[in-house]
Each structure stands twice: as C-alpha cells, then as structure tokens.
C-alpha cells in the first residue's frame, strides 16, 4: 500500500477540526421562539443561508451570521432579535476539537507542517487552534484572503502564501460543499474526508480518501 506524502496537510478548521456546535447553539437560543416541532427545519436552513452568504463578495463573519440568521427567520415567520447574529460569533472562540483530534493530530505534525484554511475572522480562530493542542506551520482566515470557501479565492491565497502547487497538498475536510469540490476543482488531488455525519457521502468523482475521524489520518501517511 501506498501512503500519501504531501508537502503540507491542509485543514478545514469548523466541524472537521473543531466541534463546531452551532447546531446546539441554535436549538437552545431560539428555544422560545421557534416550535420543538419545526426546529429541524431551522437549523437546516439557518445552515444553508450561512453558506449563501459566503458566496460573494467578502464582508465579516459576525454579518455572515446576521445575514443568515434574519433570513432564516423571515422565512420561519419568527421575530429576529438585534444581536442574534453575535450571539454566535461570540460563541465560536470557546470551543473546543472533536476528541479524536489532539493526539492524532500531534502525531501527524511531528512529520509534516499543518496548515489551517478557515471561513473564519482573525480574532476568533486563535483560540480554536490553541484548543486543538498541536502546531501548526500557518493558519489562513477567510479575512485574510478576503473570501470564503467555497470559493477559488480562498484556496488561491492559501496556495500564495505557502509557494505550493495543489499537487502539493492533502486537504482534509468533513465537508464536500465548502472544501472538498473547490479543492477537487482547483487540482488538489490527495484529499481526506472525515465523515463526521453532518454531510451526505460526496460522489466519487471527486477522488477522496475517507476516514472516520481525525484517528484514521495517520494510516494514510504510513504513520
């Protein structure tokens, strides 16, 4: 068996890397205001706006989530409340990784430089990273590249900033539609999956490589 040998491993932070619990978030927040009954359906659209609003142009994170939460709202027929976007913006900081990641994780930076791009502001991926206990070689924000993935643009200023090829690179993500198609399109050939439940099982086509959790990401470097 071959393993994947890659100048640099480059992660999603939020869901793949950090236990982004949103969700969670959601439910209790908006516990007064929106049935038991239909809060399914709240969080999976509040899901699905987030990811319309970083389609264009690039503006803050906590925008981002105003955006999405009043739009979700509108559509649930529920009042919004000023402040509920930051309600989770100011959430995002505290939280902490999956608890497969640390230890894997740490094993994996002893051999190859660990880089991080996230659909996240400055002021609060720092805190994640220094949750997920191991080094890191850089970490890239959509602030900084002035784009959020999916978008090309993101994955280009990360490529800029480290002088390396997509041939390069292994991207692990537990997403197909923020990281895993972009990636797949811009020529990065090695990539991981983590299946962490929240997303269907991405089409072949891509060409991935899919492990459980963050344990399994050893194997495919022969570690």
Known sequence: MSHLRPKYITFDCYGTLTNFQIGPLTREHFADRVPAERMDAFVRDFS????DEVLGAWKPYVEVLENAVRRTCVKHGIAYREGDGARFSDAIPSWGPHPDVPAPLTRVAKEFPLVILSNAANHQIHHNVAKLEAPFHAVFTAEQAQAYKPRMQAFEYML???NARPEELLHVSSSFRYDMMTAHDLG????AWV??????RGNAFYGFHEIADIGGLPGLLGL
């Open 48 to 51: 699905a706006y987030r990811l």
């Open 160 to 162: 800029g900033q480290l």
């Open 188 to 191: 990065i050939r090695d990539k």
């Open 195 to 200: 299946n962490r439940g929240h997303e269907p």
